[in-house]
């Protein structure tokens, strides 16, 4: 029989679980977090919401699955021979730069008409290739030399990312239900995140990671052709040099689209058996404490113990009983006799 105080939500998760629903109920218009995007991705926000409805669970990070190219930062040696990373402009993720992020299959781009065929509407200024989307020059697929010194040159990564998840339960009995959804519906890869979320000093808030590898990709595009006199101050824009051909871009990016579709039914997959999982924990928890201890309930022990003690009682009770009668008969007799006329 299962313990009916295993999903008990401690206290320490609730107020901890309405810091994060009220950071997520600002406008988007005012909304920001530390993601390329800055707010919650639009084709992941339904899942976020029906997580966030269940009770013990709540969403602290999210990703609905992307396209980016990303410019790695730029390597120096400082005074103390120490490797400092410096930050290429325009921000980026750590050192480096973001040139392109998306969240949406990526189609159409590079033939100058819109996802849906038509021409597009934003004139010269829309993109008529995926080198020129990228803000990549075409370059005759030599990789560069190293430089003086011996330095690698700042490369620029083609990705593709599936949905990444975490959530955070109140208790590892929260988080099976997440782990078993996880494993059945792809995301194979997916698991508690550090077992330091099980020592907290306040309760312990295991964070579940649901993610799969296997669906990522992941190529080197180009290079950055930057002088070594350059620093992150210039105002001149380095040169991002390709390595690859614009088919070459054009085949990532056809790859990536059939992800973005695989990526879609797993997380629908996802969704679907958390959803019925939970539904039928709450059911059979409520059923088990329901059958535990209904009103008049009593321990089969303290049954017994009490069965075997009114059973004494009424043994005594009988006893004393028996007792009394005899006493009442042997007295009459005496009295009888001796009262009566004396037997010649």
Request: glycine share 10%; hydrophobic share 30%; charged share 25%.
């Amino acid at each position: 029989m299962s313990n009916p105080e295993v999903g008990t939500i401690p206290e320490v998760f609730e107020p901890r679980k309405r810091k994060i629903l009220a950071e997520l109920s600002v406008p988007d218009t005012e909304y920001t977090d530390l993601s390329p995007k800055g707010s919650v991705d639009e084709g992941i926000r339904d899942l976020i919401r029906d997580i966030n409805a269940l009770p013990g669970l709540v969403t602290t990070s999210s990703c609905a699955g992307r396209i980016s190219v990303f410019l790695e930062g730029r390597k120096k040696q400082n005074d103390h021979q120490q490797e400092q990373r410096q930050f290429a402009p325009s921000g980026g993720k750590g050192a480096g730069k973001w040139l392109y992020v998306s969240h949406d299959p990526l189609k159409g781009y590079w033939t100058g008409r819109d996802s849906d065929g038509s021409n597009s509407t934003q004139g010269k200024d829309h993109p008529r290739s995926l080198h020129e989307l990228f803000g990549m020059v075409p370059g005759n697929g030599k990789p560069p030399g190293l430089k003086e010194g011996g330095h690698a040159p700042r490369l620029v990564r083609f990705h593709y990312d599936p949905m990444i998840l975490h959530i955070m339960a109140a208790t590892l009995h929260h988080a099976h239900p997440v782990l078993s959804a996880a494993a059945t519906s792809g995301f194979r890869e997916s698991g508690l995140q550090s077992l330091r979320c099980l020592e907290g000093e306040n309760g312990p808030s295991p964070i579940v990671a649901v993610r799969s590898a296997g669906l990522s990709l992941e190529s080197v595009i180009g290079y950055c052709e930057s002088s070594d006199e350059e620093d992150d101050t210039s105002s001149k824009e380095p040169v991002i040099r390709s390595l690859v051909t614009e088919e070459y871009l054009q085949m990532l990016v056809a790859i990536s689209n059939e992800r973005f579709s695989i990526n879609a039914e797993r997380k629908e997959r996802f969704r679907t058996s958390l959803l019925n999982l939970c539904s039928m924990e709450q059911l059979c928890g409520s059923k088990t404490r329901s059958k535990a201890k209904p009103e008049g309930w009593e321990d089969p022990a303290a049954r017994r113990e009490r069965k075997r003690a009114e059973g004494l009682m009424r043994k005594k009770v009988l006893e004393a009983q028996a007792n009394s009668a005899d006493h009442e008969s042997t007295g009459t007799y005496e009295m009888g006799w001796g009262s009566g006329p004396t037997p010649l």
